[in-house]
């Protein structure tokens, strides 16, 4: 197979909502390119992109943006720009990525191109500039006019090769409007041509593209081009403009490393390259995608892992086309291909070969949208699960697997409810696992709200030495920065405080602990303050209310007693524990829950519809606002309202919907709620007892 040169190189991504046909696009763009001898279909699941018995998911497309240099973003001909198309949009603009926008599905009933054009331009700018537009759509479209080459495109009903032809006499005026509109976009991008447009109020067909490759970069402009991918109509002339005009990788904006160094694409420097998707597949186990970002690398070459610091020797290269893989030789700066039985690269990982450090972490995947705690049928497969949802993970990072110790749960989160029944699928039919899901607990938490005390005696006697240890201690609400405390009064009696020690300690799961030494007299030898602080944590880490963690609590040990010979660690760890409880309980105490921020993007007609749903989840709406055609809303909800919110935005919407979350902060959970689950955690203790 020829070697490629970076400045032969253009690397595209097909970018879409669900159902906009890029399956379907792309299986005629390998068919045309002479890669296949025939087109499968999504329907008869025998199409070369999606091998796999299920698709990748938006992890894919941000992967795909992030390694590629060009987007062409579909739009479904029936539906027009989708909440998924301003979504991809949005992640080119983060990337400063080119677009050309692909009306796609013309032979809809349904579908107006007129009004397509009219909504791209009021979402995306008047940089929406057509270079083809239908002369009919629906069922009888077979034709476009071409404005770049003032020529008329028609097909057969079996598409494929075009009748090239002049344009209609009732189409000319249009044609010649048109025309104008996209001549005046392509002098923009170049002072130039700016100059000769100005002049003559034209430019030839090499100026046009040039114009075109300039704005691109600059995205300036932003081509509209027609197809019906399905019947293979105008897939060629698609092919002929990206092979004539779309920007080569070498003309592309140089990338950073992590270090924020410049990287050129350069085939004559260091070689480099980045790991960007691990695929797993039947006999022959993992498949992993590299791009070259400098440099050239060989069959055989010895690289270093960066990021993990280890010895990695090049097997057999591939480029690749879907399922076919294609052995080569070497691979250049620029390019994108696949190597199989590397011992220690994981995806995100940058090999390097000598006299040259380059570290790569430009992918960012989207916060999860769906969770829910998964759990083996069988207990005795669990360890095969998680071995799973490792490999799993490698494949599609979009998808986040928690062990945790706070809920007692494993937590698989992903980007809604289908990538999720899209992973039980692959668990128990390419892993032979049954799995079964349940909603994830809530990491709620506790704390006080006004000071208490309490004392507890330990005293226990079985022969022998026995156990004593007796705790007082004070325990009130903390905030950063308030005073130490120099004396309580409690029921109409003063305690002095005299500090002989604090400690300070920052929770992992958030908020503060601060134990404070008071005691006098020798009451507690300083030897069981250890313990005592043990005693404390312990109940800290199991609330008293709902066995959640406790947090933002100042303990104050100002008194207590001890044996000469019974007092131990053990003995003032479980006073102290007891001691802590009961101060806890009566001390106003509360439970607080995670609230998130949301933001909603929706049609404006569902507006009403999504604003009292999320009303009825206990939401508060921060404001409204309008963002590329959509109505944007933001709100603060609680984590336990958004379990299942994908899915009903979803049905809400029509899928019309999509939304983001965030962590915001802990608030206090209404009493009823708080009732509700100190009893359902004494019920649970009951149980286990």
């Known amino acids: 197979m020829k070697v490629y040169q970076t400045n032969e190189i253009k690397n595209i991504a097909l970018l879409g909502s669900a159902g906009s046909g890029k399956t379907t696009l792309a299986e005629a763009m390998v068919y045309e390119a002479g890669i296949i001898k025939r087109r499968g279909t999504v329907e008869g699941k025998n199409t070369m992109s999606d091998y796999f018995p299920v698709e990748q998911f938006v992890g894919g497309a941000i992967t795909a943006l992030n390694v590629t240099d060009q987007a062409v973003l579909l739009i479904n001909g029936q539906y027009g720009p989708e909440v998924g198309t301003m979504n991809a949009f949005r992640n080119t603009e983060k990337l400063k990525k080119p677009v050309i926008f692909l009306v796609n599905q013309l032979d809809r009933?349904?579908?107006?191109?007129?009004?397509?054009?009219?909504?791209?331009?009021?979402?995306?700018?008047?940089?929406?500039?057509?270079?083809?537009?239908?002369?009919?759509?629906?069922?009888?479209?077979?034709?476009v006019i071409d404005v770049l080459l003032m020529k008329k495109y028609s097909w057969k009903p079996e598409g494929g090769a075009p009748i090239i032809e002049d344009i209609p006499a009732d189409q000319m005026e249009k044609a010649k409007e048109w025309k104008a509109a996209l001549v005046e976009a392509a002098a923009a991008g170049d002072?130039?041509?700016?100059?000769?447009?100005?002049?003559?109020?034209?430019?030839?067909?090499?100026?046009?593209?040039?114009?075109?490759?300039?704005?691109?970069?600059?995205?300036?402009?932003?081509?509209?081009?027609?197809?019906?991918?399905?019947r293979d109509m105008g897939v060629r002339r698609l092919m002929e403009?990206?092979?004539?005009?779309?920007?080569?990788v070498s003309e592309m904006p140089v990338i950073k490393n992590a270090a924020g160094k410049d990287v050129p694409a350069d085939a004559s420097a260091p070689t480099s390259l980045y790991f960007f998707k691990t695929g797993v597949e039947p006999h022959i186990g993992e498949v992993q995608y590299f791009k070259v970002m400098s440099g050239v690398v060989k069959s055989g070459?010895?690289?270093?892992?960066?990021?993990?610091?280890?010895?990695?020797?090049?097997?057999?290269?591939?480029?690749?086309?879907?399922?076919?893989?294609?052995?080569?030789?070497?691979?250049?700066?620029?390019?994108?291909?696949?190597t199989v039985k590397l011992k220690d690269v994981k995806t995100g990982n940058t090999l390097n070969g000598k006299d040259v450090d380059n570290k790569f972490d430009f992918i960012k995947y989207p916060n999860s949208k769906f969770s829910r705690a998964i759990k083996a049928v069988n207990e005795a497969e669990t360890e095969k699960m998680m071995a799973a949802l490792q490999k799993m993970r490698q494949e599609d990072p979009t998808w986040v697997v928690e062990q945790s110790k706070e809920l007692r749960q494993i937590i698989v989160h992903g980007q809604g409810e289908f990538h999720l029944r899209t992973l039980k699928w692959r668990m128990e039919n390419n892993e032979k696992i049954q799995i079964e899901y349940q909603e994830p607990k809530i990491p709620y938490r506790e704390t006080i709200t006004k000071m208490a005390r309490a004392d507890y005696r330990h005293k226990k006697q079985s022969g022998g030495a026995g156990q004593f240890?007796?705790?007082?201690?004070?325990?009130?609400?903390?905030?950063?920065?308030?005073?130490?405390?120099?004396?309580?009064?409690?029921?109409?009696?003063?305690?002095?405080?005299?500090?002989?020690?604090?400690?300070?300690?920052?929770?992992?799961?958030?908020?503060?602990?601060?134990?404070?030494?008071?005691v006098v007299g020798g009451a507690i030898d300083t030897r069981f303050m250890p313990a005592i602080l043990k005693g404390v944590m312990e109940r800290m880490e199991q609330g008293p209310l709902t066995g959640s963690y406790a947090r933002d609590v100042r303990v104050i040990v100002y008194d207590g007693k001890m044996h000469p010979v019974d007092s131990n660690e053990l003995s003032f760890m479980l006073a102290a524990r007891n001691a802590f409880s009961a101060a806890f309980?009566?001390?106003?105490?509360?439970?607080?829950?995670?609230?998130?921020?949301?933001?909603?993007?929706?049609?404006?007609?569902y507006m009403g519809d999504v604003m009292s749903d999320l009303q009825g989840r206990r939401a508060i709406i921060m404001g409204m606002d309008s963002e590329s055609g959509y109505q944007k809303l933001t709100a603060k909800i609680p984590l336990k309202e958004l379990a299942s919110y994908s899915i009903a935005l979803s049905s809400l919407t029509g899928g019309r919907a999509s939304f983001t979350t965030s962590f915001s902060s802990y608030e206090l959970v209404p009493n009823d709620i708080q009732q509700a689950l100190i009893k359902e955690h004494e019920a649970e203790m009951k149980e286990e007892d």
């Open 109 to 143: 009933d349904n579908c107006d191109f007129d009004q397509i054009l009219n909504q791209l331009k009021e979402v995306y700018g008047p940089n929406c500039v057509p270079v083809q537009y239908p002369i009919a759509t629906g069922n009888g479209f077979n034709s």
């Open 191 to 230: 002072d130039t041509l700016m100059e000769k447009f100005f002049e003559s109020e034209d430019l030839s067909e090499d100026e046009m593209r040039e114009g075109i490759r300039k704005g691109l970069v600059t995205r300036s402009i932003f081509p509209v081009f027609c197809v019906c991918a399905g």
């Open 241 to 248: 403009f990206l092979g004539n005009v779309v920007p080569f």
């Open 301 to 338: 070459d010895d690289l270093t892992n960066a990021d993990r610091g280890s010895k990695e020797r090049m097997g057999t290269l591939y480029a690749c086309a879907g399922a076919n893989r294609i052995q080569v030789d070497e691979l250049r700066a620029g390019d994108i291909g696949c």
């Open 469 to 518: 240890g007796e705790v007082h201690l004070i325990v009130e609400p903390y905030t950063d920065g308030m005073p130490d405390p120099t004396s309580f009064t409690i029921n109409g009696q003063e305690f002095k405080m005299n500090i002989k020690s604090k400690e300070e300690k920052d929770l992992e799961w958030g908020g503060k602990l601060v134990f404070i030494n008071s």
């Open 585 to 605: 309980k009566e001390a106003g105490p509360k439970v607080l829950e995670p609230i998130y921020d949301l933001e909603v993007l929706v049609p404006a007609d």
